[in-house]
C-alpha cells in the first residue's frame, strides 16, 4: 500500500498523477483536514503534524512508501521524515522551478505558495539555484487553501480572492508555478486571470515519476486491480465526499 498524505484534500491533484502512472496500486489517502491550513503555522507545528500523520500511516496500515503530497510538510519536515523511518520510501514534494526555468531561461516565473514554504530553507536553497537564469516572484497566497478546503474551487469568490493576490502579477508572468497542492484546484481560475500568455506549472507528476522510479528501483510495483481508500482526521463524511469528487 501506498500511503499519501497531505495537510487537506490537496494533495489528491497529486494523487490523480500517481494513480494515472501506477494503476494497480492500492493508495490510502489521509488529509489532515482538522489542522489545515498548514501554511499559517509555525515550522515547529508543521513538523509535529507531519510526523504524527507519518507515525498514523505507518503504524495503522502495511505501507511500503509514503508520498507527502504537501509542499508545506515537504519544506518543514521530509528529512525528519526520513531520519524517523530510514527503511521507508519517502518522497515529498517541491514547486516546479527547474521545469519553469528549463522552459523560460532567462523568464519571469512567479511561486505562489503558502507562507511556510516561502519561508523555509529548503524553499531558498532552490530560489538560489534557479534565480541566476530567471527573474523569480515569490507570491504568498492567504485565504485560498481554505477556500479549497470548503469545497470553492473555482467560483466568483475564490476568483475574487485570487484577483487579489495576482494583481501585482497579471501580464507580467511567463510562467507560474503552483507551489502548494491545494492550488490546481483553482487553475481554472487562475488561468483565466493570467491570460493563456502565462504557463501554469505544477510539482504533482513529477512527484508521481519519482515515486514509481523508487519503487521499480526496490522491485516493489504491484499487479493486480488498484483501488483508494480515503481517510481525513476531521473525520467530517462531507470531507470524505469533497475528496471523492475532487478525485474524480
Excluded at 19 to 31: A, I, Q, S, T
Excluded at 216 to 233: A, P, T
Amino acid at each position: 500500500m501506498l500511503g499519501v498524505f497531505d495537510s487537506g484534500v490537496g494533495g489528491i491533484s497529486v494523487l490523480q498523477h500517481l494513480r494515472k502512472l501506477l494503476p494497480n496500486e492500492r493508495f490510502l489517502y489521509y488529509g489532515d483536514s482538522a489542522n489545515a491550513p498548514y501554511g499559517s503555522r509555525t515550522t515547529e507545528e508543521v513538523r509535529q503534524l507531519t510526523l504524527a500523520a507519518a507515525e498514523k500511516l505507518t503504524s495503522e496500515y502495511p505501507v511500503k512508501a509514503l508520498v507527502i503530497a504537501c509542499n508545506t510538510a515537504t519544506a518543514a519536515a521530509v528529512q525528519q521524515v526520513r531520519q524517523q523511518y530510514p527503511d521507508l520510501i519517502v518522497i515529498g514534494i517541491e514547486p516546479a522551478l527547474k521545469v519553469a526555468a528549463d522552459h523560460f531561461p532567462g523568464g519571469r516565473i512567479g511561486v505562489m505558495a503558502t507562507e511556510v514554504t516561502l519561508r523555509e530553507e529548503k524553499f531558498d536553497t532552490l530560489v538560489h539555484r534557479f534565480e541566476k537564469e530567471c527573474t523569480i516572484a515569490k507570491i504568498p497566497a492567504p485565504g485560498l487553501v481554505q477556500k479549497i478546503e470548503s469545497g470553492k474551487t473555482d467560483c466568483e469568490e475564490t476568483e475574487a480572492l485570487l484577483r487579489e493576490i495576482l494583481a501585482d502579477h497579471i501580464g507580467k508572468l511567463d510562467a507560474l508555478v503552483l507551489g502548494c497542492t491545494h492550488y490546481p484546484f483553482a487553475a481554472a481560475a487562475i488561468g483565466r486571470i493570467l491570460g493563456e500568455n502565462t504557463a501554469i506549472l505544477d510539482g504533482g507528476e513529477g512527484t508521481a515519476r519519482e515515486t514509481r522510479r523508487r519503487l521499480m528501483e526496490k522491485d516493489l510495483l504491484r499487479s493486480g486491480e488498484g483501488c483508494v481508500q480515503m481517510e481525513n482526521s476531521s473525520g467530517d463524511p462531507q470531507r470524505i465526499a469533497l475528496s471523492m469528487e475532487l478525485l474524480g
